[in-house]
């Protein structure tokens, strides 16, 4: 028992690897938040009237609402004033053309981030868009993907060349109106990435999407709108990063997902801002509303691991409005030190036959606390609809907690609906057994864990699969339960 | 609060209600703290995480008049011979609109220290569970209660036979509302049988709102059985506060069938070792009724037991709500905490809203829950066509095994043979099976 409680002790003692800064001669708004800064924004990037217009409805129903206290998370309330709502490096000139023209000094700091931007990264064959603070620097692969059609880009590069497409799509899976900090995201968002894929095309390489926040007193807002057209399939994944402050940054996305008939988008996250250090001090907020919408014979399937931020509220969802569409939601949530996760994920069934699992891994150590949130909505004529939830906790350390507050709403007699949950720790005997086996203490943690997590890990990209196994042993570095 | 300005038109304040208060001066404080707490707040609404699913407006717009006195209506005692558990062979002690009638009851001479009684002849510390809740509900009880229950245990005593506590609405005129305070107190290794039954003969919209507080003391083991059955234009509001003593064993029952809206708050806190307590429930609905049970089990100590069940058969239009919290507080390790709801519905107008939740702040410990929601097996049914049984009697059959598995976990054997024999006749009689 002794020995346990020292080794929990020697855990909480792990590195952030991505704390850097990058030195770089940034842009930055004045902190504050007003319909200045909204106009700001919107000028900044060329914006048509009607993106303007929306942005100032959004900003003007956002002054109405009150910030939610209901997620299972404390924390000071936010200063709006103090934020500067955009950051982007400075650009020489006209701005880069292509990226051999970009600022070495980013693409250094992308290279020790381990995104490949260059076209050497032609062998890692996935296209990256690499978003720093409030602007999108570049993207790989342009051409060949849009030898295939599809449209891979900044969303504020998609206004300016794509403005039908955005304009059809943009906020449709999330109004403006949706919550506080979607809307603020409506109003001040700055860039993200657009993916549209045309009908019957399967996405020939992996899309992805790295963020870094690096200026400091800067929230990012970033916005993403994938649409896949009827019968075409895409895999995107999204990485994030932000050096090591003191104070507090706001990370607070939105990202829309459009699954047209019988498309099939697959959306990975793995998600490590930086989560503050042991005493809970400085760390990212990471607020975030993702949401994708199922047309008929759909499927939208969430993948994420959740190693960083200092307090996480996700709630990926999927709206199955078409009959016959799939959602899916698998999840590996992580805290540790102070570090606070509500997440969880909404399956709002519509459509006749629809289906929808759920696999929630929540883990615990230090004083982190993890809480699942989800619902399962059964409309009155989604008919023969099937659920199957399943949220695991599993606790290191006598100080941390873990809960679980699932919602479970049916209208419809033919509903199939199935919650499980379990709680459980990492027990001395299963330490024990591995130690006399000739392995680590800490190796044998790693190991349980990652068994622990080895159903949502399979849902990952074989690369990110790699780097999520490695990210969450560095998270759990020096921790045994 | 347009509501209890009504209350106030008709009723003196509450110092002249008071004075015809038999228990009067003691009770003054709390009272107008309770008075005090409901005008600060206001109903729940929709918009309140504890109330989400049930919207009291219908409740918030009666005139809620506290009845004052008992209703003149003479109720003879063949009306109520055939009520459930009327015949049971217990101590009885009846309630008409929340006050006391001695004619109705009958109570046995009690051994030394069991003191069966109505409210108003004893005087116990009301109100020292119930404070800290900010229910509206409780704050209205605190000002307006009448009478109830005083059920007191001495220490190594046991309740010859069970208790029966009858609560009888006759309301007659919509908004009548009866406030009902209980107070259960067992000592040390104390033992007994408490049924509190609550039915109307009235069809008014009337309500009754319940408060019990109960202390479980070391080594005692209780059980207590609430079956509603109340009008199915009744408000039913109740709220239990427990508090367990060590290696304490308390069964609650709720049998929830009446009422066209019924919330059953129910606080347990374990706060000493190895206490076992198990919350069982089972609401069978139709037309336009509502059920909730909201309950939060606080484990604040280790070796800990808890297990909730709870049932619902939903037909019609009806809802059924369940919200179940357990919290396991910093060092309460080695607790085992399950919970479980599961929902039957027959109409596909019904509604299902479960919320098993778990709050966990320990790491030894074993806690899980489960929910489900769906419609009858086709394939039972068919199973006990091919053996003959007719449509209907299948299907009576597995929702009377879906009732059971709730009822069967009563020990008191009468009790629990009438509530079966209810819910079998209930089933044909009031809901479509063919």
């Excluded at chain 1, 982007?88 to 051999?100: C, N, V």
């Excluded at chain 1, 899976?173 to 894929?197: E, H, K, Q, R, W």
């Excluded at chain 2, 110092?15 to 001066?25: C, K, L, R, S, T």
């Excluded at chain 2, 308390?250 to 019924?262: C, D, N, V």
């Amino acid at each position: 028992m002794r020995a346990d409680t020292d080794t929990i002790d020697e855990f909480v003692a792990s590195d952030y690897k991505y704390g850097f800064v990058t030195d770089i001669d940034s842009e930055s708004l004045e902190p504050g938040l007003g319909e200045d800064a909204v106009r700001f924004i919107s000028a900044k990037k060329n914006e048509p009237e009607w993106l303007l217009e929306w942005r100032l409805k959004a900003f003007r129903h956002w002054e109405k609402l009150e910030c939610p206290t209901w997620p299972h998370v404390k924390y000071p309330p936010v200063n709006f004033q103090d934020i500067s709502y955009y950051s982007a490096p400075k650009k020489k000139g006209d701005g880069p053309k292509s990226l051999d023209e970009v600022d070495p000094k980013l693409l250094e700091t992308y290279e020790k981030l381990g995104v490949p931007l260059h076209e050497r990264a032609r062998l890692a064959g996935v296209a990256v868009d690499a978003v720093f603070d409030s602007e999108s620097i570049g993207t790989t692969f342009k051409a060949d993907l849009a030898k295939a059609g599809v449209i891979f880009c900044s969303i504020s590069e998609a206004v300016q060349e794509h403005p039908e497409l955005v304009k059809k799509y943009l906020g449709t899976v999330v109004p403006y109106t949706d919550n506080f900090y979607a809307t603020l995201n409506s109003a001040v968002f700055s860039d993200g990435s657009f993916v549209y894929i045309p009908k019957g095309t399967r996405c020939p390489m992996e899309l992805s999407t790295y963020f870094r926040i690096n200026a400091a007193n800067t929230g990012q807002f970033e916005r993403t709108l994938i649409i896949a057209e009827e019968s075409s399939h895409v895999s995107y994944l999204e990485g994030c990063t932000a050096p090591m402050r003191d104070e507090n940054q706001l990370h607070a996305a939105v990202v829309e997902l459009v699954a047209l008939d019988n498309a099939e988008i697959k959306y990975s996250t793995v998600q490590n801002w930086y989560p503050g250090d042991e005493e809970g001090l400085g760390g990212i907020y990471n607020f975030v509303t993702k949401r994708g919408i199922c047309k008929t014979n759909a499927k939208i399937s969430w993948t994420q691991v959740e190693t960083g931020s200092a307090i996480t509220w996700k709630y990926p969802s999927v709206i199955l409005r078409g009959d016959n569409s799939i959602g899916e939601f698998y999840s590996v949530a992580l805290t540790n030190n102070m570090q606070q996760a509500d997440t969880g994920t909404k399956m709002v069934h519509l459509g006749k036959n629809t289906r929808s699992t759920i696999i929630s891994k929540g883990i615990s150590a230090g004083r982190g606390q993890n809480s699942y949130r989800g619902l399962v909505q059964v409309g009155k004529k989604a008919a023969n609809a099937r659920n199957f939830s399943q949220c695991d906790s599993l606790l290191i350390g006598d100080r941390c907690g873990a809960h679980t507050f699932p919602y479970i709403e049916v209208k419809n007699t033919t509903a199939n609906i199935e919650h499980e949950a379990t709680t459980s720790k990492i027990g001395e005997d299963q330490i024990f057994y591995c130690n006399q086996r000739g392995l680590e203490t800490q190796d044998a943690v790693n190991m349980i864990v990652n068994g622990f997590c080895k159903e949502v890990f399979r849902e990952l990209p074989m690369e990110f699969a790699m780097e999520a196994q490695k990210l969450l042993d560095v998270s759990l570095e020096g921790s045994v339960g | 609060m347009s509501s209890i300005a009504t209350a106030n038109s008709t009723v003196t304040p509450v110092e002249a209600f008071v004075a015809i208060e038999q228990n009067g001066a003691t009770l003054l404080p709390l009272r107008k703290a309770g008075l005090a707490r409901f005008s600060e707040s206001d109903y729940p609404t929709l918009r309140d995480e504890d109330w989400r699913f049930t919207n009291v407006k219908p409740l918030s717009e009666l005139p809620f008049r506290p009845t004052l006195s008992p209703v003149s209506q003479a109720i003879l005692e063949e009306q109520l011979s055939d009520v459930i558990f009327g015949q049971l062979d217990a101590d009885r002690l009846v309630f008409v609109d929340g006050h006391f009638s001695s004619a109705l009851s009958q109570i046995a001479d009690q051994p030394n220290g069991v003191t069966i009684s109505n409210l108003a002849n004893v005087e116990v510390e009301l109100g020292s569970l119930s404070t800290g809740d900010d229910n509206p509900f409780v704050a209205l009880n605190d000002a307006f209660f009448t009478d109830g229950a005083v059920i007191q245990i001495a220490d190594g005593q046991r309740l010859a036979k069970p208790v029966h506590l009858l609560f009888v609405t006759t309301a007659s005129e919509d908004g009548d509302a009866a406030h009902i305070r209980n107070w259960i107190f067992a000592g040390t290794n104390a033992q007994g049988t408490i049924i509190e039954s609550h039915i109307s003969l009235g069809q008014a919209a009337s309500v009754t709102n319940v408060v019990t507080e109960s202390r479980i003391g070391d080594g005692a083991d209780i059980e207590h059985i609430k079956f509603q059955d109340q009008s199915n234009r009744a408000f039913h509001l109740a709220s239990l506060y427990s508090k367990l003593g060590r290696d304490a064993q308390y069964g609650f029952h709720s049998i929830a069938l009446g009422a066209r809206l019924s919330r059953n708050n129910l606080r347990m806190r374990l706060a000493q070792p190895g206490i076992e307590c198990v919350l069982n429930g089972l609401y069978m609905l139709r037309g336009q009724q509502l059920a909730d049970h909201h309950m939060i089990v606080e484990h604040a100590a280790p070796h800990c037991d808890s297990h909730e069940y709870f049932n619902g058969i939903l037909d019609d239009q009806s809802r059924g709500v369940f919200h179940g919290r357990i919290l396991v507080q910093p060092g309460a390790q080695k607790t085992d905490a399950k919970q479980t709801n599961k929902n039957l519905l027959l109409s596909d107008d019904a509604t299902a809203n479960t919320k098993p939740q778990l709050e966990i702040y320990a790491d030894d410990v074993k806690c899980t829950h489960g929910a489900t929601i769906g419609a009858m097996d086709d394939d039972a049914i068919f199973y006990l066509q091919t053996r003959g049984i007719d449509t209907a009697t299948a299907r009576r059959m597995l929702l009377h095994g879906f009732a059971g598995e709730i009822v069967e976990r009563i020990r008191h054997d009468a009790v629990r043979e009438e509530l079966d024999a209810l819910v079998w006749n209930r089933l044909e009689s009031e809901h479509k099976l063919d």
